[in-house]
């Protein structure tokens, strides 16, 4: 568990590492939500997770990608029913948290509408639902299918499922319905229906559902409609996808008329002027939250004026006309047994409060990060105190606050060690050279010669980004760093070896847990990864500031370990700096943490017995097969998405000679706006001429 920055403390290659952590992360609770009904985290760690990956990519956008999680809602469909492509998106909404966040969301919507201050906004105000959203499309006022949501464009076909439903009409009454409509909604569970139903799933040996939520969206989602049939489950009809006409003006009424047609709506939802009646409403159902009969999570506000939601539209997945309002994190109070100290890969001492264990939001806490010696001062915990905890930061549970800050008998306020607790050498917090500032995190000296430092990074070398040795991860790594059979990364090479001549005793055939086949695997699995990319080595030996993204610039810009090694052991040359420096992505605090690394003859020696256990991949050995492999390619103008070294770099790293001036031999020219005589000459002698975002297609990156 290690502290987190804030966002703006970070550079990109971190803010790049984080990224790629916490869009796998959230990956996977969309699909342990989503498609299996079983998350693992609560809501407002969910929440968290997302908001500050989300405040990563609003400091990088360079980060967001297609495949973020911020560009997608839920996950796609499990193939477990048909599909469903949703006329118009089923989006979700943006989250507020506090009263400013509604006081910003409304002054966005007067802003981006310009409104005048005279001008009324009325916005409703409704309960959020906690169970699964679920569109209805009505045609000639019959019900002809119904879909989850899924991944917000693509649902899955549960219409059959949905039909068992008695709050969803198979026909709208009358005729005052559009010949197409598509009525939007949740699916959700009572509570006494909820105890019920797991009274029964107890009777029949049958697993219990964790949460009403979980226990709607399995049983809307059971293969026999039958099984669905026999679920109490209800449905509150709150918005629409495609109408072939307009249901009404205002948000308020259009949901009347789904009264009209047979549907529940809401009879919390009102209609307020101001924000402060926004406020009076959400504090309201806050308070009745408990008695309602079924869960809710929040208050969602929409803007009434339907004119105005068109204008206002959507940004990413998220209406700019509607916001839900989330209730606050679960907390609960328990008493800090103790603060222990963990030294991480780099060195950093880790303040961790032992709790005496306690439920916060459904899950078990019993150890919480206190980030570093600054946060234990400002919050002034102390061993023995009574605290507040929250389940609403990082997945990390948090302490908010010492409950009884004023009594007598506290302990006195805790002292933070000046030493590794593990190695004993001094840890000291350094001073960032351009700000002057303290860094917050204290950190141990030692070095390679820390037992826990070393062990954390021989658990980062073999972790899956770095070398990803089957069957060989953390727990494998600690125990054999424990045992001092493996003290550094090159002898994780040479453990085969040296248990086959028997300097390794007993051998590890023999001891418990392990036999024959297993050794033989693990020794299988390490000879696989002898063979690797320059990139995962970079990566995987864990210099400060050099994560994942830095190693690939790197990699990709020298090529080769023999071209990357010598650059490294030379940085205080000038021109091997200036080279470095120019790679977009690389900046002081990298080349610094770099030439500190390989000033060190330890760490030197080291890698060196490494590297003579591998064979490191050339870059352009991995990009034989790229599109542009063997090419010549000059590059002229401006180029507007990257620099002329990246582009040099790129193009190199796939294989292609990169020219500076334009001849027969050249395949293409890429040129910017203000190319010149490069491109006159290039149409004169017939080469082919690419703009940069033509080139980005060629190499597949469009
Ligand atoms: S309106 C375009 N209203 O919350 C906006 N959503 O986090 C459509 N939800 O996907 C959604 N109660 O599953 C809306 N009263 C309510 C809701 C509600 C629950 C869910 C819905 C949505 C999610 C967004």
Redesign the pocket.
């Known amino acids: 568990m290690s502290a987190l920055k804030d966002v703006a403390d970070l550079n990109e290659a971190e803010a790049r590492d984080e990224h790629a952590r916490l869009a796998r992360e959230l990956g996977k609770h969309d699909k342990a939500y989503y498609q299996d009904d079983a998350p693992k985290i609560s809501d407002a760690a969910y929440d968290s997770l997302r908001q500050r990956i989300e405040a990563i990519e609003a400091r990088f956008p360079q980060l967001v990608d297609l495949f973020s999680p911020t560009q997608r809602v839920g996950a796609a469909p499990s193939g477990k029913f048909g599909e469903i492509t949703h006329a118009v998106p ?4 943006g989250n507020a948290f506090n009263d400013e966040d509604v006081e910003d969301f409304v002054a966005r919507i007067r802003r981006f509408l310009g409104l005048a201050e005279a001008d009324d906004v009325v916005i409703t105000a ?4 906690d ?3 679920a569109s209805l499309r009505y045609e000639n006022g019959q019900l002809v299918s119904g879909a989850t ?1 899924g991944d917000g464009a693509t649902g899955e076909d549960v219409t059959r499922n949905l039909l068992t439903l008695k709050d969803i009409p198979h026909a709208l009454p009358g005729k005052n319905w559009p010949r197409v409509v598509e009525v ?1 909604g ?1 699916v959700y569970m009572s509570h006494e229906d909820f105890a019920a139903l797991n009274e029964r799933q107890v009777e029949q040996g049958k697993a219990e559902y964790k949460n009403p939520r979980n226990a709607a969206a399995g049983s809307l989602r059971q293969i026999d409609p039958a099984i669905t049939a026999q679920r109490p489950l209800r449905f509150f009809a ?2 629409w996808g495609e109408v072939s006409e307009p249901l009404a003006q205002s948000q308020y009424a259009a949901v009347h008329r789904f009264d009209e047609w047979g549907f529940q709506t ?1 009879s919390y939802m009102k209609q307020c002027g101001s924000v402060a009646e926004i406020l009076a409403v959400y504090r309201d159902i806050e308070r009745q939250r408990a008695t309602l009969g079924y869960d809710i999570d929040g208050v ?1 506000y ?1 803007l009434d004026r339907l004119d105005w939601q068109e204008r206002l539209g959507f940004v990413s997945r998220a ?1 700019r006309w ?1 916001i ?1 309002h989330k209730f606050p994190a679960e907390q609960a109070t328990t008493i800090l047994e103790g603060i222990d100290i963990q030294v991480g890969r780099t060195g950093s001492l880790t303040p961790v409060a032992r709790l005496k264990p306690v439920t916060v939001g459904g899950v078990v806490v019993s150890n919480v990060t206190l980030h570093n010696e600054d946060e234990i001062l400002r919050k002034d915990v102390r061993v023995g105190d009574t605290v507040v905890v929250q389940r609403a930061g990082d997945v990390i549970p948090q302490i908010v606050r010492v409950a009884d800050p004023e009594r007598s008998d506290r302990a006195a306020p805790f002292d933070f060690p000046h030493n590794c607790p593990v190695c004993g050498s001094h840890a000291v917090r350094e001073h960032d050279e351009k700000t002057g500032k303290l860094d917050a995190v204290r950190r141990c000296t030692g070095g390679m010669i820390c037992d826990a430092q070393l062990s954390r990074s021989l658990e980062h070398f073999v972790s899956r980004k770095a070398f990803d040795i089957e069957g060989f991860g953390t727990k494998q790594v600690e125990a054999f760093h424990a045992e001092g059979l493996v003290r550094e990364p090159s002898e994780i090479f040479t453990l085969r070896e040296r248990n086959k001549s028997g300097v390794i005793q007993p051998p590890l055939q023999s001891r418990e847990g392990w036999g024959e086949t297993s050794v033989s695997n693990l020794f299988n699995a390490i000879d696989e990864r002898r063979s690797i990319s320059l990139a995962r080595v970079l990566n995987a030996l864990g210099i400060r500031h050099i994560g994942e993204g830095t190693a690939q610039l790197l990699a990709r810009t020298y090529g080769s370990w023999a071209l990357f090694f010598d650059a490294a052991r030379q940085l205080d040359d000038e021109t091997t700096r200036a080279e470095m420096l120019a790679i977009d992505g690389i900046g002081e605090t990298a080349l610094e943490a770099l030439d500190q690394y390989f000033s060190e003859t330890h760490n030197v020696e080291a890698l060196e017995r490494l590297v003579a256990q591998l064979t490191i991949e050339d870059v352009a050995q991995v990009a034989a097969e790229s599109p542009v492999a063997g090419k010549t390619v000059v590059f002229t103008g401006t180029l507007e998405r990257m620099t002329r070294d990246e582009a040099k770099a790129k193009a190199q790293a796939l294989g292609a000679k990169v020219s500076g001036s334009v001849s027969k031999k050249t395949d293409y020219l890429v040129a910017g706006p203000g190319a010149g005589s490069k491109a006159k000459k290039a149409a004169d002698l017939g080469v082919e001429t690419l703009t940069e975002d033509d080139w980005f297609k060629l190499i597949g990156e469009s």
Do not use: D, T
Request: glycine share 4%; net charge positive; hydrophobic share 40%.
């Open positions: 089923m989006l979700s909404l409704e309960p959020k639902i169970g699964l959203s949501r939007r949740e709150y918005a809401n969602v929409k209406p509607a839900a």
